[in-house]
Structure formats: C-alpha cells, structure tokens
C-alpha cells in the first residue's frame, strides 16, 4: 500500500495520520467481549479520511480504488462487535462530519451518514412532529450510517425497523 501517494491524490482533505487519532478511530467497543479483544486488539488503519460531502467521498473511495487500498467506513463507532475495525489496514472513512438533516417529509428523513440519532428525533419533531420509532440504549451518540451498517437495534427496532 502506498499511503504517501494516496494522501498526495487526497491534497486539500480532511487527512489524520497522528497515531494516537488512527488507533482512536479504528476502533468501537468491540473490547466489551473478551474473544473480540483478544482477536481485534492489534487491528488500526493506516490513515484517516474524513470526508464533509458525498463528492468528497467519491473522491477518497476512486483514490483507494487506483491505489488498491482498503477502506472501512466509520460512523460514531458506538458498535460492540467490530464492525467499525479496518481488518485489512487502508482508511477508515470517517463520516461523522456529514451530519446534515437534508430532508424531512411524511414517514420519511433524508440525512447524511454522520447524522446522530438523536439530531435526527429533534429535527423530526421540531419539523414535521414525527419521531424514530426505535431508541437505542446509543441515541445520543450513534450515527444512523453506523446504525444501519452495523446492523444494530433497540427498543422499537423489531417492529419499526
């Protein structure tokens, strides 16, 4: 992998490759099981990208695609099973700074990925009187992208989605 060239084609974007930041964000609460500590404790990217709009994104995923570099997409990392960790190395794609209510309509919200849960409750109230349906023991902290990737559930998920 080379990393120089990629942060070369990715001039002018948010780049972290502070060890301590990359360790930070390659990780979520995996360490709440002691299996998945002890499988998952030396995993880290190599770089993180943090990317404000959806043009920024296409830009990092075709740069990674040229260079053959992998990527893992990141959301707040509130997850407890891994699946924020860049098993393979590459950029963590960190989309916490694409966190806009676009839309609101009947049944319906359009946001970016790093929308937290609860900014999107709020927003829904405040606009249209609709709420989530589904509250997480993460509301506060956990972003609908990583929600929705992870798989993840709460109180309202079963029957609401």
């Known amino acids: 992998m080379d990393i120089s060239a990629l942060k070369r084609d990715l001039d002018g974007l948010k780049i972290d490759d502070h060890p301590a930041i990359i360790q930070q964000k390659s990780r979520d609460f995996y360490w709440y099981s002691p299996v998945l500590k002890q499988q998952l404790d030396h ?23 040229r260079h053959g570099i ?21 950029v963590v794609l960190n989309l916490a700074e694409m966190k ?20 999107i409750d709020r927003a829904t109230r405040a606009h249209s009187g609709q709420e989530l349906r589904m509250s997480p023991s993460t509301y506060n902290t956990a972003s609908i992208g990583g929600f929705v990737a992870g798989g993840s559930g709460g109180v309202g998920s079963i029957r609401w989605g």
């Open 70 to 90: 992998p990527v893992t997409p990141r959301g707040s990392g509130t997850g407890n099973y891994g699946q924020a960790m860049p098993l393979s190395g590459g």
């Open 100 to 119: 806009a209510v676009k839309t609101i309509a009947p049944g319906r919200v359009v946001t970016g990925p790093g929308a937290v849960l609860a900014d």
């Open 43 to 65: 995993i880290t990217g190599d770089l993180i990208v943090t990317p404000k709009t959806e043009d920024e994104v296409i830009r990092v995923l075709a740069a990674c695609h």
